[in-house]
Nanobody, 122 residues
Framework: QVQLVESGGGLVQAGGSLRLSCKAS????????MGWFRQAPGKEREFVAA????????DYAYSVEGRFTISRDNVKNTVSLLMGSLQPEDTAIYYC???????????????WGQGTQVTVSS
């Protein structure tokens, strides 16, 4: 079992940056692949980024590659998402999730946080 709590969401102007953090409980954080997903109003939840157990491998959605950076700290049990060059279409609730494998499907992730709202104004 792992519990996830996101923080860092808020309102930012287009072109700005924001850093999301996710704190995990438990002692087995390093045994999970960690991912970030987002869900905009009226849309399905979509993959944003994922990072492997030790942080050696990352994967990004095409729409955020080059703008977002995922990282993790297995000592502090945290995973972060640094978001740059934000655009209004990045507005969504962002969720942190844990999986046993590097994956992009929501069904591959077993544990989810409650989400944090990111709003980008034009």
């Amino acid at each position: 079992q792992v519990q996830l709590v996101e923080s860092g969401g808020g309102l930012v102007q287009a072109g700005g940056s924001l850093r999301l953090s996710c704190k995990a409980s438990g002692r087995t954080f390093s045994s999970y692949v960690m991912g970030w997903f987002r869900q905009a109003p009226g849309k399905e939840r979509e993959f944003v980024a994922a990072i492997s157990f030790n942080g050696g491998s990352t994967d990004y959605a095409y729409s955020v590659e080059g703008r977002f950076t995922i990282s993790r700290d297995n000592v502090k049990n945290t995973v972060s998402l640094l978001m740059g060059s934000l655009q209004p279409e990045d507005t969504a609730i962002y969720y942190c999730a844990a999986s046993g494998k590097l994956a992009k499907r929501t069904s591959d992730y077993n544990y989810w946080g409650q989400g944090t709202q990111v709003t980008v104004s034009s």
